[in-house]
């Protein structure tokens, strides 16, 4: 008799978290500074927790509609209308999620048949790869250059279109090298989009953590994407929210019917007191978001100064999230050899390159969303153990 008792194919392909491998060794040391995980440093203001905790005493408790309840579309609607320039009606092009990972999984699934070839930016947030894999789709990987600032431009996007393309995900500002794609080169991507008839979903959830003057603007403020481009976001970053699991799709209605039918079967809803903080957090927000920002931009600035003088690292000052992706290849070394070797010697925890697909090799990546205290030690740690240059 033939064995069924197998795991499926996205079971057994999908990758274990190199960033999770780091935490893993990490725990050998007691002193350790961990710069690895894509998480702020910051607790999540009072008022959302407040409004979270007053949703529960008020027994909001029950499931919610598919979509996600009134008030929280009505306040995303107002807010990609005032911040991002997209019309939305909130009753036809928007779906609540659980973060931006359930968004874009839901995305896949009702975009992506198995076989379609799906390209992203390399390197790349790795959930994209095993969302993919969990579609039986085609990863094809657009490779960004140091040179470029790490930019995924319509001029790298082109020549991997084929008769198989399905969808494209841009992600700026970008994890995990901060690179940004600014409106021109939004607009040339646009026109590839329009030219091939592609979907794309253009992923911002760190859309406001931009620095040095830098706006980011959205691929769906470009008129006559329509039929294109779904934006996905989420409070995960902005708000310090990363826990509360709450994140959406804008797009057209025939997408968003869709996304919503699905989205009963995989999770039918998400709880109502997340919801509710999530309309606190987009109404009242604004000052905690602006203070955060500013904070991560010393962050940013110290850490850049720091490491490039640090013998064995260059690093780019990125405009956008609170990521570092700082070239290592004059440790003459793998990426994982040495997130492995900083750690030991400096107990300094990041996240070696080759975690975010092929072509993070050569780089690590270091968030600098906690303690500006914290930074300072790590870059005093690395500066005795490899000295200056
Ligand atoms: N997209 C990118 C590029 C990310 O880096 C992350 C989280 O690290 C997400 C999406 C998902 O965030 P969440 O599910 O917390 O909204």
């Not at 008030?71 to 995303?76: F, G, M, N, S, V």
């Not at 079967?265 to 604004?286: L, R």
């Not at 440790?331 to 925890?349: K, N, Q, W």
Request: with cysteine.
């Amino acid at each position: 008799m033939k064995n069924r008792n197998v795991l499926s194919y996205a079971a057994n392909n999908a990758l274990a978290s190199g960033v999770r491998r780091m935490f893993e060794l990490a725990k050998k040391y007691s002193d350790t500074i961990n710069l690895t995980l894509g998480e702020p440093g910051f607790a999540t203001p009072d008022y959302i927790v407040d409004a979270a905790v007053c949703g529960l005493k008020a027994g909001k408790t029950k499931y919610t509609p598919n979509a996600g309840i009134k008030e929280l579309r009505d306040a995303i609607s107002y807010k990609l209308l005032k911040e991002n320039g997209i019309k939305c009606d909130p009753d036809k092009n928007l779906i609540v999620t659980a973060g931006a990972t359930q968004a874009l999984m839901l995305a896949m699934v009702t975009l992506v048949n198995p076989g379609d070839e799906v390209i992203i930016q390399g390197p790349n947030w790795p959930d994209y790869k095993g969302q993919i894999d969990m579609v039986n789709g085609k990863v094809v990987y657009a490779k960004v250059d140091e040179s470029n600032e790490f930019k995924m431009t319509a001029d790298v996007i082109e020549p991997l279109i084929t008769d198989k393309t399905k969808l494209i995900i841009i992600n700026s500002p970008s994890n995990p090298t901060g690179g940004v794609l600014d409106f021109e080169d939004l607009k040339k991507i646009a026109e590839l989009v329009k030219k091939y008839k592609l979907f794309i979903i253009s992923d911002e959830p760190y859309e406001r953590l931009v620095y040095d003057g830098f706006e980011q603007k959205s691929l769906a403020s470009i008129e006559g994407l329509d039929d294109y481009v779904l934006t996905i976001n989420s409070f995960s970053k902005t708000f310090a929210m990363t826990g509360f699991r709450v994140g959406y799709i804008c797009a057209n209605e025939t997408i968003i019917s869709n996304l919503t039918k699905l989205h009963e079967n995989m999770i039918a809803s998400i709880p109502e007191p997340m919801q509710m903080a999530a309309v606190k957090a987009v109404y009242e927000g604004d000052a905690d978001v602006r203070h955060m920002v500013e904070y991560y931009d010393r962050n940013r600035r110290t850490i850049v100064e720091g490491l490039n003088g640090i013998k064995g690292f260059s690093c780019l000052m990125p405009k956008g999230a609170f990521y570092v992706f700082p070239n290592i290849t004059a440790f003459g070394m793998t990426s994982d050899e040495a997130a492995e070797y900083i750690l030991e010697r400096t107990h300094v925890v990041t996240a070696p390159g080759s975690a975010f697909g092929p072509d993070g090799e050569g780089f690590i990546r270091i968030c600098y969303a906690s303690k500006y205290e914290d930074i300072l030690e790590a870059l005093h740690r690395m500066k005795e153990a490899f000295g200056t240059k």
